[in-house]
């Protein structure tokens, strides 16, 4: 199975971050992490992107506030899909960090979840590789009836609460 490459702008990302790890963990899908700034550190944020395909990565995966450039930066350099995660800063609710993410000129593609939408973004990297794995298709098939049994669980409560 191919990994998922997560990166952050910040360790302050990690939060969020960890909802994708823990996702990730949950259906067995394999994945490194790194902090890596497209402002701060663009060069080491550059070669991981570049090498991301030789390396075993099928989908990356780049958290970052305010400004929020790493995952276009991430894109500019790679082929592989990469998903975006807009994290919530100081300042407009994570709306800069959003629209950042999202307004990619054409030919960078940048597929982008909600403002601190990690478990999302695990979800998302795992339909990418399941394209190609039918395990993890089936675990992903697996989590929606039981997403779903959980609901109808509450439905059949919720009577009884009002």
């Known amino acids: 199975m191919k990994k998922v490459g997560i990166v ?3 360790d302050s990302d990690l939060p969020v971050v960890r909802k994708t790890a823990d996702q990730l963990n949950a259906l067995g899908i394999p994945y ?3 902090v890596f700034s497209a402002h701060r550190t663009p060069v080491q944020a550059r070669d991981f992107a570049l090498n991301a395909r030789k390396n075993g990565f099928g989908v ?3 958290a970052a506030g305010m400004a929020a450039h790493l995952a276009g930066a991430v894109a500019a350099n790679t082929t592989l899909p990469v998903i975006g995660i807009p994290c919530m800063g100081p300042c407009m609710d994570g709306l800069d960090a959003l629209l950042s993410t999202v307004q990619m000129p054409s030919g960078i593609p940048v597929a ?3 403002v601190n939408g990690g ?4 979800l998302l990297a795992a339909q990418i590789l399941a ?3 039918e395990a993890l298709a089936e ?3 697996d989590k929606r009836i039981k997403d779903a049994e959980k609901v109808l669980e509450k439905d059949a409560g919720i009577m009884e609460r009002l």
């Open 8 to 10: 952050m702008g910040s």
């Open 32 to 34: 490194e992490a790194h």
């Open 60 to 62: 990356i995966i780049a």
């Open 112 to 114: 982008a979840v909600a």
């Open 119 to 122: 478990t999302n973004a695990a």
């Open 131 to 133: 394209v190609e794995d």
């Open 139 to 141: 675990k992903l098939d």
